[in-house]
């Protein structure tokens, strides 16, 4: 069974720029989250879609981040426009209920 | 609003040695507990889940134990190898959202 995958795996972009996440789930998890790991700190909660809808967004920073998961598939996360404080690794997890999560790899993102 | 310390930050060892890495927690009022593996450029690896009801987990040479009176959490590694070589971060469950530690550092040198 694949696990969660994320795309890109690295990130490099100018300040002011757009980058948009990609995150795919394992198939048949209705829940999905995203995380942030900020360079020296611990991995913070951004948000969590049930199928295509926002349960919680309560973690997004600002709106310069926009979360979206269309059809309850895969979900992107998009930063527009990036700023230096947006470096870090983001994390996408998914699970079949509210329990034992599955992280993906991670996209490292990089701003200049 | 929970916070979780991970104790020490970093630990270098000689392979063979029996490792405790420490968590605590500041509220008790937890649903669960997880411990996860990172290596480097990967993602987080579920090691041991412990239930609020439970006192410790075991898989292999891995043994989690969990006080939630205390707010603590020990993660024991018997017989350390290089491969164990990798960041162990704790996360504390009161809801469907977990907090976590910022992580122990592990490295196990031959």
């Known amino acids: 069974e694949a696990g969660v995958t994320q795309f890109p795996s690295h990130s490099v972009i100018e300040k002011g720029q757009t980058v948009t996440l990609r995150c795919d789930p394992i198939?048949?998890?209705?829940?999905l989250y995203w995380y942030r790991r900020v360079m020296g700190k611990e991995i913070k909660f951004l948000l969590h879609?049930?199928?295509?809808?926002?349960?919680?967004e309560s973690g997004m920073p600002n709106n310069r981040f926009l979360a979206e998961r269309t059809g309850g598939t895969y979900s992107t996360l998009k930063v527009q426009p990036a700023e230096l404080e947006d470096s870090g690794v983001y994390f996408c997890?998914?699970?079949?209920?509210?329990?034992?999560?599955?992280f993906g790899p991670g996209t490292r993102l990089t701003v200049l | 609003k929970q916070e979780v310390t991970q104790i020490p930050a970093a630990l270098s060892v000689p392979e063979g040695e029996n490792l405790v890495l420490n968590c605590s927690f500041t509220?008790?009022?937890?649903?669960?507990l997880q411990w996860f593996r990172q290596d480097p450029g990967k993602g987080l690896t579920s090691l041991l889940l412990?239930?609020?009801?439970?006192r410790e987990q075991t898989s292999g040479r891995l043994n989690a134990s969990l006080d939630k009176s205390s707010g603590r959490s020990t993660l024991y590694i018997a017989a350390s190898q290089p491969g164990d070589s990798a960041t162990y971060l704790c996360?504390?469950?009161?809801?469907?959202?977990?907090?976590f530690g910022r992580g122990t550092s592990l490295i196990v040198h031959p």
């Open positions: 997890a998914s699970s079949p209920l509210t329990d034992t999560q599955y």
């Open positions: 198939s048949g998890h209705d829940n």
């Open positions: 412990i239930q609020s009801s439970q």
């Open positions: 996360a504390v469950r009161g809801s469907y959202i977990p907090t």
């Open positions: 509220d008790s009022a937890i649903y669960n």
């Open positions: 879609f049930v199928k295509e809808s926002k349960q919680d």
